[in-house]
């Protein structure tokens, strides 16, 4: 209980999540701390965080409880089908075409087996936040977590439409981007503006670019440069059948070199239970 509030940092969403009224769970919390004789928990009328004596019954509590949850996990394979519940971070583009198709074919056939996706642009903590794997590009992930690779190489495009480049002309090289109509795209995890990074030959070049127009969402940045607004810079998969069709032409491609893809990490610490290894599998990456 004392966890969860923690957790939730309130103690209504956490009596909610576990199925208790709120007075309860404050008399259960109030007798734990008379039963410590400690102050545990330091609460305003907008906040509420643990004390310092909390933070100590935190780090004894949260391995002491994951260790019971990855035993209870093991007990798993005693079952006559796979079940479990398997929590996932990940980024929106991974989650509709890397994920949700794997999930779709994995729950189809076990119905015990229960997937939560957590689409997020940021990067959370595995253990703090209870997930048991998220997904990465490869290029920022952790070195003390197991690594599956679920998605092939990427390529980034520049694009625009014909009606632009027409009026425009067509950028030679990144730096030509500086007298181009740019469509910007702010991270929502860092609040900053993208920087357009290219590679040629070896040498890495990023680039600040301006334009009347910021996104915080790909599909807006692909739907402003398709009527003509100016340049965007996305994940090929993006724009490939725009470019096909001949709705969108794309630019400087020699300086897009691929890059890592996406990954699945987890703690290489955790008892992985049968239904999390199922899904590992049908996510996993095969050239």
Known sequence: MFLAVVEDRSFTRAAARLGLSQSGLSHAIRRLESRLGLRLLSRTTRSLAPTEAGEEVLKTLRPALADIQDRLVSLAQFRDRPAGT???????????????????RLTAGNPDIHVELNVESGLSDLVAERFDAGVRLGERLEKDMIAVRISPRLRMAAVGAPSYFARRGVPVTPHDLSLHACINLRLA????????????????LEVRVEGQLVFNRVDLIVRAATAGHGIGFVGEEHVAELIADGRLARVLEEWCEPFDGYYLYYPSRRQNSVAFNMFVEAVRFRD
């Open 86 to 104: 398997i929590r996932i971070t990940t980024p929106e583009h991974a989650a509709r075409t890397i994920l949700w198709p794997a999930v779709d």
């Open 189 to 204: 995890s860092a609040g900053i503006l993208y920087g357009w990074e290219f590679e040629k030959d070896g040498h890495a």
